[in-house]
């Protein structure tokens, strides 16, 4: 499914090692990456804009924690700013040690303003399509 995500992402370079920043995505992307989250993790999809559901680095927690069980990530539950930042700092701490991802993204990016928000989600549907296919691997 989201191998086919790959040729649907814009980059401004192409490079197998070091990911481009992502330009844009096709609408149809946001939905691919969507259902392969929350089939991964056997959840009913939440509705609501995709940035704003992954806000508060939960369920990018409990993705990686589905995906690498043998390292579990600590979910904050608190409903503060830091909490969340907290979160999405793991899940980008596991991402990177599982599976050789860098960053796309700084935590706070995703905490930011509507003016962001477009680019940040760019950035989280990129890092995500880049662990669905090493997982895959």
């Not at 989201?2 to 844009?24: D, F, N």
């Not at 793991?90 to 680019?119: S, V, W």
Request: charged residues 30%.
């Amino acid at each position: 499914m989201m191998g086919q995500l790959k040729g649907r992402i814009s980059r401004t370079q192409s490079s197998e090692s070091i990911p481009a920043p992502v330009t844009s995505v096709e609408d149809g992307d946001e939905k691919d990456i969507r259902k392969w989250i929350f089939e991964t993790l056997g959840e009913k999809d939440p509705s609501g804009e995709l940035a704003l559901v992954l806000k508060d680095g939960q369920i990018l927690c409990r993705l990686m924690n589905t995906l690498r069980p043998a390292t579990p990530i600590k979910i904050n539950t608190g409903k503060f700013k830091f909490a969340a930042i907290e979160n999405v700092n793991a899940y980008l701490r596991q991402a990177e040690q599982a599976f050789a991802t860098p960053r796309m993204f700084e935590p706070a990016e995703l905490q930011d303003g509507d003016c962001q928000r477009e680019l940040v989600l760019l950035q989280v549907l990129e890092h995500l399509a880049a662990i669905e296919k090493k997982n895959k691997a």
